[in-house]
């Protein structure tokens, strides 16, 4: 039984005070480079959190508007063929989310 697992307690999260849970409403089932592009881009939008340049509540919103990007959407069906092809991505991501500031 799970609940009982070293005396964890397991509650529903509140979605209105944690937002950030639907993205995972976004997933796709099999493992694709989508899952690199929602790692980057909430990776760079903490960095500029913490350098003040946006606030904590922009990290979801401009997170949402950037994987529901038309451009991104069929990584969900692709899968990565190699590293070099994640790190490709992860960098495209990061200067997108810079260059624009989604």
Do not use: G
Not at 2 to 22: A, E, H
Not at 49 to 58: P, R, S, V
Not at 68 to 96: A, G, M, Q, W
């Amino acid at each position: 039984d799970i609940k009982t697992l070293n005396n964890l307690d397991f509650n529903n999260v509140d979605k209105k005070r944690y937002p950030m849970i639907n993205i995972l409403n976004f997933l796709p089932k099999n493992h694709s480079l989508f899952e690199t592009l929602i790692v980057s881009a909430n990776d760079t939008l903490v960095e500029l959190f913490l350098a003040d340049k946006i606030k904590f509540n922009d990290i979801y919103k401009k997170l949402i508007k950037l994987i529901t990007l038309k451009e991104f959407k069929k990584l969900k069906t692709k899968h990565p063929n190699s590293v070099k092809e994640i790190l490709d991505l992860n960098s495209y991501v990061r200067l997108k989310i810079l260059k624009k500031s989604i």
